[in-house]
Nanobody, 118 residues
Framework: QVQLVESGGGLVQPGGSLRLSCAVS????????MGWYRQAPGRERELVAV???????DYAESVKGRFTISRDNAKNTVYLQMNSLKPEDTAVYYC????????????WGQGTQVTVSS
């Protein structure tokens, strides 16, 4: 069983920054694609950023240039640095690990709330 634990959410003013962390319980993390998603009230969950095992990245258009996804394989942790935050970034942020290419499934964290408000 793979467990993911997110941290780093909170309340921040527009224009501020936050860094989210997601610690994964399994060393298989190093071979996996990791992603950050978010879900705002009344909206569907959407992809924010993804990083491959080789550290190739991709981002939603709405966060390009403001958010940065990274990973530390020694710590089995993926990060999401969020700068220039806007009220529309308010959502619950989830990380996931996609192990389908390894014969397993996708695992999700419990989510962390990010609120951008003055």
């Amino acid at each position: 069983q793979v467990q993911l634990v997110e941290s780093g959410g909170g309340l921040v003013q527009p224009g501020g920054s936050l860094r989210l962390s997601c610690a994964v319980s399994s060393s298989i993390f190093r071979m996996a694609v990791m992603g950050w998603y978010r879900q705002a009230p009344g909206r569907e969950r959407e992809l924010v950023a993804v990083i491959t095992s080789g550290s190739n990245t991709d981002y939603a258009e709405s966060v390009k240039g403001r958010f940065t996804i990274s990973r530390d394989n020694a710590k089995n942790t993926v990060y999401l640095q969020m700068n220039s935050l806007k009220p529309e970034d308010t959502a619950v942020y989830y990380c996931n690990v996609d192990l389908r290419s390894l014969g397993s499934r996708v695992y999700w964290g419990q989510g962390t709330q990010v609120t951008v408000s003055s």
